[in-house]
Each structure stands twice: as C-alpha cells, then as structure tokens.
C-alpha cells in the first residue's frame, strides 16, 4: 500500500492481444492485485481505432520490410491512460516502458529502481516496431519519461512476454507482494552472484545424497560452502558478472581520501539496507546520509578502506571519545562477507588505538545476530542500558589489548 492506503503501484499496459496479459491475474502477482498492492490495468489498442478494420499497422515510410504500428491510435491509448489518473496518483505522470530489442537491457538494477515509482505504462509494439512520434508525443506533448527496455540479445514477435517479465520482477519487488523481505535480499543477481544449490528432503533420494556439509548444523561453514558454490556456479554460467575482487588476490587496507568518497557512500547504501529490512525502517544514519556528510566525516573521524583487485570492497571509522576508542561503520560488500575480512578490518581498526585508551567500543544492530557474533568472538560484550545508543543498537566494549 502507499501511505494513503492506495496500491502502491499503478501499471497500465496497452496491447493489440490484451489477452496475452491475462497470467497477471495469477500466482503473486494475481494476489497482490487482489491484495490491493498493485492496481494493473489492461487496454487494447484496438479500442483506439476509428475505422472499420481497427487499423493499427501501416507499410514504412522509405520502404523495407513487415509493418509500422500508426501513430493515432498509440497517442490516443497513451492520452486515454495518462487521463486516468487516480486521485491517490496526485500530479503523478507514468513512467512509459517500451519493451523491445533495441532496448537498454532490463536487469534486478532496472527492476529495482522500476519498483519505486508509482506509475508504470507499457507499450506492447508489435511488427517492426511503433511509429517514432508515438516517443516524441510521450515526451513533448504527455511529459513521460521514456525508456524502451529489451529483456535479452534475442527478438520476440512483441513486447507482451517482456512485458509479463518485468511486471513479475518489478511486482515482486514493491513492499509486501513478498512475504519475506529477507529472501529477495539472498537471491541471484541482488548482490552481483547467482545463487547456490538448493536441496530439501529427503536426504538421500534415487541413490544421490545431499552434500553432508549442509547437514552439520555448522552456519559458519555452511555459508562459507554457499559462498564457494556461488562463486563456481557465477565464473561457469555468467563470468562476465565476476570481478577480480572475488579471487585469491591482496586485500589493502588504507587511510580513505576524497576521491574514495562516491564509492563509500554506495558501499555503506548497499551494507545497511539489510539492516533496514531487518530493523523495518529507513531511518538509519548510513542510508540517509548523502555524499557532502560522507565527505565531511573523513574530518571528524579516520576512515579505512579496503581494496580488493582495485574495488571497495569494505571500510571502518575509528574516533577517540576521551579515554574510549570508537569504532563505526565497520562494513563489507555483502558477496565477500563469511571470509574474515569484516575480521580484519576490525583489528586494524583495533591497532590504529592510541596508548592511553581504556575501551574499544561500537554499536551494532541488536538483531544482526552475525555481526554480534563476530564482536563476542573478538572479545567485546553488550553494555546493557548504555546511554546514547541509536534505536535497535546496541553498545559492545572491550579493553584495549584483549
Ligand atoms: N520485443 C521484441 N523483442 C524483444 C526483446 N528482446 N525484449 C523486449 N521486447 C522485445
């Protein structure tokens, strides 16, 4: 739902097989239509014609092959959809979507940002494609932002299978049409690998085993066994999403300058939205921040990143409070996490303290039951009641040297 109760994602799609979208009314995406989630309607571009034949095609202007889909009846459809808007829709405009093979790929990237607007149009082109004023009328005339979007190196006979497509990857992605937050977090693609092998019962089925690891109840070494199998299964079916951060090379860990700035601030985006989705808030210092505060912190604390194959792969501040030695914003890119290198970064954090220092202290989410465990493992124990403590956090200490 959006804050005033409406769905929270309007999708019109325009169509000359309005039949070909009816798989919308099922499965989860047919549920959050009837959940009230997302308000999807249909339209035949026939409806938009004014002659006997319902004409939507015409030969090319300059000759070649196949047809042109004409540009009366698309800006007559786009008008029809822009002039109904819902009240809850304000001044909002559809962002238009065009599915086709000249398109900028269509990836969870794509997805992602398409899920945070609160109006999307497709426009299903069918033959050789839609008149090119169709674009122009969007743009100039109805103000849309435009983008046409292939879903692969590949040509389809028209936009409505990438259509079903991108509405379920984006349907999936809007608050609440997922049960489980978390397990959109875990999946290939979200960060940058595919996913491992799944197994479920029964333990030995036609003679094949489930591997053994995934039986010992050891999470430690059954992440790291995951982490393994995502990364073999990313350099055999999509080497080209691995980058040299993910082999055997150095770790360098240095003092931050300016110039690391735009990559810290995506890092710590990218390693407290979990801690959002765990928390169910937004309000978060590390996701509200913008660059200008990033840059400002380099002043006020001692910043360290981390390299890896020249990428920013983690980061730690460290700041003297009197006799106390503060460490924050200790993170990790989540697809190079379970490898120790959260680990190292707090020991260097740890070095770095000044002689005369009585506690190394930091806060941390008080349900990130994996970072907690590392801190317990280095030796720092939950202050209960601390004072000043963000909400959800918890304050840990140690003494310096154990
Ligand atoms: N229409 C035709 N081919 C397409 C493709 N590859 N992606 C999206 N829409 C299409």
């Known amino acids: 739902m959006s804050e005033d109760g ?7 799609v325009v169509s000359i097989f309005p039949d070909y979208l009816a798989a919308l009314d099922l499965s989860l995406i047919g549920k959050a239509r009837d959940d009230g989630l997302l308000d999807v309607r249909v339209h035949d571009l026939r ?15 300059g000759g070649g092959a196949g047809m042109v889909m004409k540009a009366q ?21 559809p962002h238009l979507v065009v599915p086709g093979p000249g398109g900028a790929p269509f990836t969870q990237a794509m997805a992602r940002q398409l899920a945070h607007e609160p109006w999307l149009a497709f426009a299903c082109g069918r033959y050789e494609g839609i008149d090119e004023r169709v674009y122009e009328h969007a743009r100039e005339t109805l103000g849309l932002e435009v983008s046409v979007v292939s879903l692969g190196d590949y040509v389809l006979n028209g936009g409505e299978v990438a259509v079903l497509a991108m509405v379920e990857a984006i349907g999936r992605l809007v608050p609440g049409v997922i049960g489980n937050a978390e397990s959109l977090v875990e999946e290939s ?23 053994p690891i995934l039986l010992s109840g050891n999470h430690a070494a059954i992440a790291a066994w995951r982490h393994e199998q995502r990364l073999a299964r990313t350099a055999a079916r999509r080497p080209d999403l691995l ?8 770790v360098e860990i240095a003092a931050a300058t300016p ?22 808030t937004l309000d978060i210092p590390a996701l509200t921040e913008g660059l200008d505060d990033v840059r400002a912190s380099l002043d006020t604390t001692q910043t360290w990143v981390a390299r890896k194959g020249g990428r920013l792969v983690g980061a730690v501040r460290t700041s003297r409070l009197g006799d106390d030695w503060h460490i924050g914003r200790l993170c990790v890119v989540p697809d190079l996490r379970g490898r120790g290198l ?12 000044p002689d005369g220092i009585r506690t190394i202290s ?21 202050v209960p009641d601390a004072p000043d403590v963000p909400a959800g956090a918890v304050h840990l200490t140690k003494r310096p040297g154990r």
Not at 73 to 93: I, T, Y
Not at 192 to 209: A, C
């Open 6 to 12: 409406g769905p929270a994602l309007r999708i019109d």
């Open 47 to 61: 409806d938009f014609t004014h002659d006997r034949h319902r004409t939507v095609d015409d030969t090319p202007y």
């Open 73 to 93: 009846p698309w800006a007559e459809a786009l008008d029809h959809v822009v002039a109904q808007r819902g009240s809850n829709l304000a001044d909002a405009r």
């Open 189 to 211: 693609h979200e960060d940058g690998l595919l996913e491992y092998p799944l197994y479920t019962k029964p333990r030995e089925w036609n003679g094949r085993q489930v591997p």
């Open 243 to 250: 980058h040299a951060s993910h082999g055997d090379g150095e």
């Open 259 to 280: 110039s690391d700035v735009p990559e810290l601030n995506v890092l710590f985006k990218a390693c407290w939205v979990q801690e959002a989705l765990l928390n169910d």
């Open 342 to 353: 959260g680990r190292r970064l707090l020991e260097h954090a740890e070095a770095t303290a």
């Open 362 to 382: 930091l806060d941390t989410g008080a349900l990130s039951t994996d970072n907690l465990r590392m801190y317990r493992k280095s030796g720092y124990r939950v």
